[in-house]
């Protein structure tokens, strides 16, 4: 099972700000890597999928990076509905799919 | 526009079977196109991925929930069904389904999840 992390676990930044999240896959998942956002009560929103294809309607500020084993998500200028939980997922290697544990964006 | 959204009992005794049911509007489950999945995030916890079916039947289970979890589809309501059996306090979490359109694996439409508490 391909194990995913992330850091950090809580980034606090205060809106205007630009952040990086950042991924990283026990072993390759060439560019098989997805992310989340998700709010409290709801259910994960797809933003970022092949590692850097924008969801649909997604602002141009969220960007994705990264192949192998190392990716980053990065938001250039932090606005209010952005804070969150972000996840990523990697689905080249499988069963499972994996999401990592997850990085909460939370206001400094 | 595709929606998505589970229902079942919210509270399950422990060793009972749970049950839940996600139904399925803007698209037919049974294309060749889509898988329809499960997941589950304990509390306070991350996502994991339990088990999937495609349009045509075939099924995909977590490894480690094989022995318990089955997933099916009813084509005359459009819908997905969860059937987990034996089921410990552990089982106790949000439960949501989505959708992943073949050949990628990310999911791109998630109902808005169905918490279920496994207690006496």
């Known amino acids: 099972e391909v194990v995913m992390t992330q850091s950090p676990a809580t980034l606090s930044a205060s809106p205007g700000e630009r952040v990086t999240l950042s991924c990283r896959a026990s072993?390759?998942?060439?560019?098989?890597l997805a992310w989340y956002q998700q709010k409290p009560g709801q259910a994960p929103r797809l933003l970022i999928y092949r590692a850097s294809t924008r969801a649909t309607g997604l602002p141009a500020r969220f960007s994705g990076s990264g192949s192998g084993t190392e990716f980053t998500l990065t938001i250039s200028s932090l606005q209010s509905e952005d804070f969150a939980i972000y996840y990523c997922q990697q689905y080249n290697d499988w069963p499972p799919f994996t999401f990592g544990p997850g990085t909460k964006v939370d206001v400094k | 526009q595709v929606q998505l959204q589970e229902s079942g009992p919210g509270l399950v005794k422990p060793s009972q079977t749970l049950s839940l049911t996600c139904s399925v509007s803007?698209?037919?489950?049974?294309?060749?196109?889509?898988?329809w999945n499960w997941i589950r995030q304990p509390a306070g916890k991350g996502l994991e991925w339990i088990g999937r079916?495609?349009?045509?039947?075939?099924?995909d289970y977590h490894p480690s929930l094989k022995s318990r979890l089955t997933v099916s589809i009813d084509k005359s309501t459009n819908q997905v069904s969860l059937t987990l059996t034996s089921v410990t306090a552990a089982d106790s979490a949000v439960y949501f389904c989505a959708r992943t359109v073949w050949p990628t694996h990310y999911y791109d439409f998630w109902g808005r999840g169905r918490l279920v508490t496994v207690s006496s």
């Open positions: 072993q390759s998942v060439d560019s098989n």
């Open positions: 803007g698209v037919s489950i049974t294309s060749n196109n889509y898988f």
């Open positions: 079916i495609h349009g045509r039947g075939n099924t």
